[in-house]
């Protein structure tokens, strides 16, 4: 298994807004994808914004020789404190699901804290992706691949998916993500804004039943 990662922190009041209940020391966050689709791209631009927005932050990537389209892992976390842990994340709090056939091969809400957020790329609609699942997540979909085909013209989903995260969570502002999206896109970076726009626009986000 090889993993990079990064963490740091720069004063500064912008890009943080953590509301929907999302007040919290450190939060983790998976994502589930497949080599190509750029999940560990999704991981790095949030945390470069949350650092760039005054928060401590770590993503890396966890995958082994895998060839191009084989499930892989990502993982971030956000954090109003130094991060002094290493490890892949087990139990986290939010969990992103890039490609909608891993939910048939992959059980991505292992772990998965009770009263978390499951996120997916999905055509199909919330009834359908909630009656696979107890009543223990909230749960928000969107039709990113639909997006990323018409926006970008390829279906990759990883900047579509960040828009999908900061509607169901608001860890941090879409405006926070101008400076990460333009240093790893370059003249693509609007396409890119767009995606992540439409994306955060379209989520459909469904909470959790208390009994």
């Known amino acids: 298994m090889t993993s990079v990662s990064f963490c740091g922190k720069i004063n500064s009041p912008l890009g943080w807004a953590p509301s929907r209940g999302y007040i919290f ?15 560990v791209t999704s991981v790095e631009l949030v945390a470069l914004a949350a650092i760039n927005g005054g928060r ?14 084989a499930p892989v892992l990502a993982f971030l976390r956000l954090s109003e404190e130094p991060i002094k842990i290493r490890a892949d994340i087990r139990q986290p709090d939010v969990v992103v699901v890039l490609d909608p056939s891993l939910l048939r091969i992959v059980k991505v809400t292992a ?38 085909l018409k926006v970008l013209g390829v279906p990759i ?44 626009e379209q989520t459909q986000i469904a909470e959790r039943q208390h009994a």
């Open 157 to 200: 989903t990883n900047t579509t998916m960040v828009g999908a995260l900061l509607k169901a969570t608001g860890i941090i502002t879409l405006e926070s993500l101008a400076e990460p999206l333009k240093h790893r896109f370059g003249l693509l970076a609007e396409r890119n804004a767009q995606a992540m726009r439409q994306a955060f």
């Open 111 to 148: 772990g998965l804290k009770e009263g978390g957020t499951l996120i997916v790329n999905t055509k199909k609609s919330l009834a359908e992706i909630k009656q696979n699942l107890d009543n223990k997540y909230r749960v928000a979909i969107v039709d990113a691949s639909s997006i990323a």
């Open 56 to 69: 401590y932050a770590q993503a890396f990537p966890s995958f082994g020789p895998e060839r191009r389209g």
């Open 25 to 39: 020391e450190m939060l983790e966050i998976r994502f589930h994808g497949r080599g190509g689709q750029g999940a």
